[in-house]
């Protein structure tokens, strides 16, 4: 645990130890924050926030368990906080992928552009609602386990299971319809 | 499908989370966000004391705030543009101006409409400040509007008797209509202050008072018979009624009257009931302290009936006082009662 927070020195000061996490979470806290807002700006604010928050708890951080665990959790609390608040939903109402995000079918942009599976299965997953996008990402892309995602999202464990899985059919139906329109021609 | 998502890592940072998304530059604005929430901190100690003063500041104005309009509409009446001093309707007895009562007026308890009634106003201010200046008061009824004069200019000569100002000012003043009444007070034609009292719907009879009074009993009162001396200190009409204790001062006080009726046959089975009537303002009162009615008992001092009571006269002056027996008009007895 005391290597996961960075103050296993215990000489560290405050800021050495905030330059030590901005190394080691900043990007995969910004592409955590993105999963959720998606929107690399509102993100990286997001991501500021949180390790402001880290730089004021400093003394209390040795009595956290997990600091992982923690550091994910207010990154995700801070996010859907965001996701929540009016301006947010004001702003981002229009954006690229509100369309998405509501039909399963593919949209035309899908379909014209030209690109690698990969990229649409990312896009694919950026799509889902945010029930299914969440422990997709989190499972998948921070490769987290799900005893450690129940306890960052507070949410049982049997129903991050059913999710993930609700959510891999999702994908899988729309990776077969994407494949028989002939990919990537 | 689990072999591209267990790939989903890879395919995002190659494609839509691509490259470093957590930049030198981001760490440099945490630095400084940081940098500002720490001065932050440290300014909190001048904020704290602008926050303190605005909230004395709110405190002050709330607190004196019916001063602060009153200020303002005073400079109005020295500006001779505009006499109004308060437009609220709440009902006060009491004119405030700077923090300072300037005048209370006390009217009758009994005040009503389309009868004089008492009124005694208490001027704060020292004898100086009225000293010869011509006194008038207006009412203003809420309902309709109207305007009344209700007194007519009177020039303020001596201070009241037994004070060194105008401490006890009385008068009695004709309100026409019942409802929220605004009496404004001049000063020499300068709008003074004013209050706003509630007059009573002009009703004769007090609602508890027994059935088989009738307000015909009243228009016909004799006010020249008066009560007169019997044997064994009575005071009535001889052989008819009389009272022991009608002399004694009985004005707001409880005094002890002893009640004698003759002609009465059957004295332990007949209620006397008492109705007391005002001639002055022409008003209904009940004297006994106990209700309408009371008991009678056997034959007492040369009568065929008595009975003990206790009685409170409210208002000095004369006095017509309606004696029943069994719902049937008695007899009345006319007293002056002035102590």
Known sequence: MSSESGKENVSLDREAWLEKIMEQYGDRLTKLSYNYIKDWNLAEDIVQDVFITCYKEFEKIDNIISFKTWIYRITINKCKDVLKSSIFKRVMVNSNFSPLKRSPELTPEMMILKRSEEEFLSTSVLALPLKFREVITLYYYEELSIEEMSGILKINQNTIKTRLNRARKKLRALMERWRENGAGT | ?339
């Open chain 2, 1 to 339: 499908m689990e072999r591209e998502l267990n790939n989903l890592r890879k395919s995002m940072n190659a494609s839509t989370h691509k490259g470093m998304r957590f930049t030198e530059r981001q760490k440099v604005k945490i630095r400084a966000a940081i940098q500002l929430e720490q001065t932050n901190i440290k300014r909190k100690h001048p904020l704290l004391i602008y926050f303190i003063t605005s909230l004395a500041a709110s405190l002050f104005i709330l607190l004196f705030y019916t001063d602060i309009i009153a200020t303002l509409t005073n400079k109005d009446i020295k500006q001779g543009s505009k006499q109004s001093i308060e437009s609220e309707w709440e009902i006060r007895n009491h004119y405030v101006r700077n923090g300072k009562v300037k005048f209370s007026v006390f009217e009758d308890p009994y005040l009503s409409a389309g009868k004089p009634f008492g009124y005694m106003i208490s001027f704060k201010e020292p004898f100086e400040k009225y000293e010869g200046k011509e006194l008038e008061i207006y009412a203003v009824h809420k309902e309709t509007g109207k305007r009344l004069s209700v007194l007519p200019s009177t020039k303020i000569t001596e201070p009241s008797s037994g004070y060194s100002s105008l401490e006890r000012f009385t008068t009695k003043l004709l309100i026409p209509e019942a409802g929220l009444w605004k009496y404004e007070v001049y000063f020499d034609n300068k709008l003074y202050g004013d209050v706003v009292l509630a007059v009573q719907e002009a009703k004769f009879f007090p609602s508890n008072i027994p059935p088989f009074v009738q307000k015909t009993d009243f228009e016909h009162i004799d006010w020249n018979r008066k009560a007169v001396k019997i044997d064994n200190n009575i005071i009535g009409n001889t052989n008819k009624s009389g009272v022991i204790g009608a002399d004694m001062p009985s004005l707001n006080i409880n005094q002890k009257w002893m009640w004698h009726l003759w002609g009465i046959e059957n004295p332990k089975e007949t209620k006397l009931t008492v109705i007391g009537y005002h001639r002055e303002t022409e008003t209904i009162h009940q004297i006994l302290t106990t209700g309408w009615s009371i008991g009678l008992g056997g034959k007492n001092n040369g009568a065929d009936a008595h009975t003990p009571s206790s009685v409170n006269i409210p208002l000095p002056g004369e006095w017509a006082v309606m004696l029943y027996v069994d719902g049937n008009v008695f007899d009345v007895l006319v007293y002056e009662i002035n102590n």
